[in-house]
């Protein structure tokens, strides 16, 4: 019989939870206060959720947060959208979950007395009968030696500079001790006799692999976390934000709520948000699920593995980079709907959650839910003709096309121009540098690569006669594939740049991969389990590569600065936020300036988005339609610093004054300086040269 907390304990602790946060929110507004009762908070009624659905209890606080976090997103969502999410509704939004918890915890199971005294005593029962070996426990010790070192250098190379990559500043010596930690891990989870330990160093492990731009970039990594967070600071104020979007606003409503609840510094909390649910749900729920079938050390080693597969968008917070973690999670997750374990609506439940916070995930993750879903319902009658499934599947072929045009995009219909670079062929390197070579190899071939595994994942299906069932997921990503093809070939969005509109219409071809993943992991666990099974030798080549494998995925997932790939974005810097300031001291109040996008970013970050001229910031961006001022700034820099340009700009903005700022950095630095110099009316120079900022008067 399942055990639950009593009715009067769920109420007692409801109504001393809700005063507290209700009280400190709104009177005391006391951050340790806060962020206890907020934890708090989100840990019992995440368990609470997590109960409904979940009969194992060690699981049911993990996939509780899941649910409880999805469903804050969509309820903050609509208050955005079509009301506003201001204190008053935080407040009856705390009140209210509770509410909406109590009957269907009480409803879906019988009521026994809950004990943790008897809960805790059964685990440690449990860990006694466990008795590791010596030199597991030694492992483990050294694991967190060599972690915990690492996490030191991270903080050592830490930077309010410009850089274009971690690595400018992180120690050479931090990816030799990441790969020994990476080793002692492996070998450990291999030979584990327990799942817990394990699963809680993976996750260590996971948040060391994804935190470094967390911690290096002092003041902030990335050029759209900046942007959102200015955003979710004027929803935090104002409730809302004009004009409302119907996307991000997922994340917006989350961070927000988080930000209510416990106080804690709403740029912290977004800069954490990603790299921390990444770490604590993909390993867990990757081991959850796939232990249902294979092995459990096996299914350790693949939570493990998984950062095998280069995680660039878990490195930072944006919308799109939290829909693909639902995105994937939830793949993960229909899993369990096929066997029964996970109903149907859990799955919606976090579709609609990807929606709300991007729909580019969103749109292709409800196609592949309703194919799932579809399949299992009408299971008798498409085992029997898949050719049934396949056309009625085919409706979803325009579907994000379709959803771009209802929306408002501006699109255009193109002929296709294929190159050679579309295709994956086969690529070899030999640049001198034996490292780096491997490490491009892999890069540059990783298409072939995960092609390769997901046909051995495939095959393996197919010979236990499963392929059949696990047809949905190849109809997904086949439609997926095909919205990628049409995007990308026979549509073009003029109002981005082709760099910006490349990279769009590539996250559907990513979204492909996340939509095979389940294959990818059966192959993966294919091969690890043939060649484990052999010889010593081969068992010490296995956990060599797959370490090797692992550091190299994690150098591939940041920003790189090398002879193969010299990275052409530079990071905001302390610089840019002194140059904003500076400005923002000595113009009139208006005025604009013409600079990098990163300037532009600091400007947001300082002041929001403070000023528009004619649908342009006052700092030219380089997205967006119009762009002119930028385009401007770029006659600056490349076709010489003149007066001209700047009156031109100040003309079409209607102001009489404007800023034309250069970083140091910038090619042709000091050709560039010296020409404006000539036409400027003063020149300022910040922090010894790093920028000169240009004023220009008419």
């Given amino acids: 019989m399942e055990e639950k907390i009593t009715k009067v304990k769920y109420l007692s602790v409801t109504l001393i939870l809700g005063l507290i946060v209700t009280f400190n929110f709104l009177s005391l507004y006391n951050q340790t206060i806060g962020l206890l009762a907020g934890l708090a908070y989100i840990i019992f009624y995440s368990f609470i959720f997590g109960s409904i659905f979940i009969s194992q209890k060690p699981w049911q606080s993990l996939f509780g947060l899941l649910f409880f976090i999805s ?106 001790i990441y790969f020994l930690a990476t080793l002692c891990l492996l070998i450990y989870v291999f030979n584990a006799k327990r799942t817990k330990l394990p699963l809680i160093l993976i996750s260590i492990h ?133 066997r029964n374990q996970l109903p149907v609506s859990i799955l919606y439940l976090l579709t609609i959650t990807t929606l709300v916070i991007h729909p580019l995930a969103g749109i292709p993750l409800l196609i ?41 995009s501006n699109l255009k219909l193109s002929m296709p121009i294929f190159s050679k670079v579309d295709f994956p062929l086969p690529v070899w390197l030999d640049r001198f540098d034996l490292p780096l070579n491997l490490v491009y190899l892999i890069n540059f071939n990783q298409a072939i690569f995960a092609g390769l595994i997901i046909l051995i994942g495939i095959v393996y299906i197919a010979k236990n006669n ?14 997926i594939f095909s919205n990628f093809i049409i995007t990308k070939y026979f549509l073009t969005f003029p109002d981005l740049r082709i ?106 970050k300082e002041f929001g988005f403070k000023q528009y001229y004619d649908n342009q910031f006052f700092y030219s961006m380089p997205m967006g339609s119009p762009r002119t001022f930028y385009d401007h700034f770029l006659a600056m820099t490349h076709e010489g610093a003149k007066k001209q340009t700047m009156e031109s700009v ?9 800023y034309f700022v250069l970083n140091s950095y910038w090619r042709d630095f000091d050709k560039i300086a010296t020409q404006a110099r000539q036409s400027a009316e003063t020149v300022y120079d910040i922090d010894e040269g790093k920028i000169l900022i240009f004023k220009y008067i008419r």
């Fill in 466 to 479: 499963l392929l059949k069932n696990n047809a949905p997921y190849l109809m997904a990503a086949f439609i």
């Fill in 650 to 658: 100040m003309d079409e903005a209607g102001v009489d004054e404007a």
């Fill in 368 to 408: 592949t839910v309703l194919l799932i879903n579809l399949f299992k319902m009408m299971y008798s009658s498409y085992i029997k003709s898949m050719s049934l499934y396949f056309f009625a599947s085919l409706v979803f072929v325009l579907f994000l096309p379709l959803a771009f045009m209802i929306n408002g």
């Fill in 71 to 176: 469903l804050v997103s969509i309820v903050s969502a609509l208050a955005i959208y079509f009301y506003k999410f201001n204190d008053m509704f935080f407040i009856i939004l705390i009140w209210i979950i509770p509410l909406f918890l109590i009957n269907p915890y009480y409803k879906i199971r019988p009521q026994e007395k809950f004990s943790l005294p008897k809960l805790l005593k059964k685990y440690l029962e449990k860990v006694r009968h466990r008795k590791e070996h010596k030199l597991h426990f030694l492992l483990v010790i050294l694991y967190l030696v060599l972690t915990s070192l690492n996490f030191i250098l991270l903080f050592y190379g830490q930077t309010i500079e410009s850089i274009q990559a971690p690595w400018q500043v992180v120690p050479s010596v931090f990816l030799l």
């Fill in 499 to 604: 760099f910006d509109q490349n990279s769009f219409v590539s996250r559907l071809s990513v979204l492909t991969f996340y939509t095979l993943l389940p294959f990818f992991l059966i192959g993966l666990y294919v091969t690890i389990k043939n060649v484990w099974t052999k010889d010593i030798y081969l068992k010490s080549f296995l956990v060599l590569t797959l370490a090797g494998g692992l550091t190299i995925s994690l150098y591939l997932s940041y920003p790189r600065f090398n002879q193969f790939e010299p990275a052409k974005f530079f990071s905001l810097s302390q610089h840019d936020i002194n140059a904003v300031n500076l400005i923002e001291k000595t113009a009139s109040p208006q005025h604009i300036v013409l600079a990098n996008q990163m300037v532009g970013v600091a400007a947001i």
């Fill in 206 to 338: 996971t948040f060391l692999s994804s935190s470094i731009a967390l911690i290096v970039y002092k003041i902030g990594y990335g050029f759209d976390p900046f942007i959102h967070q200015a955003t979710e600071k004027i929803i935090n104020q104002t409730g809302s934000i004009d004009p409302t979007p119907l996307y991000y606003l997922g994340q917006y409503g989350l961070v927000v709520f988080l930000h209510k609840l416990t106080l804690i510094d709403l740029v912290i909390l977004d800069r954490l948000l990603v790299p921390v649910l990444f770490s604590l749900l993909l390993p867990s729920i990757t081991f959850y699920v796939f232990s249902k079938w294979i092995p459990k050390n096996y299914a350790l080693i693949l939570s493990l593995v998984t950062l095998i597969i280069p995680y660039s968008s878990f490195i930072m917070t944006a919308p799109q980079n939290l829909a693909n973690l639902f995105f994937i999670i939830t793949i993960l997750l229909s899993l369990l709907y096929f």
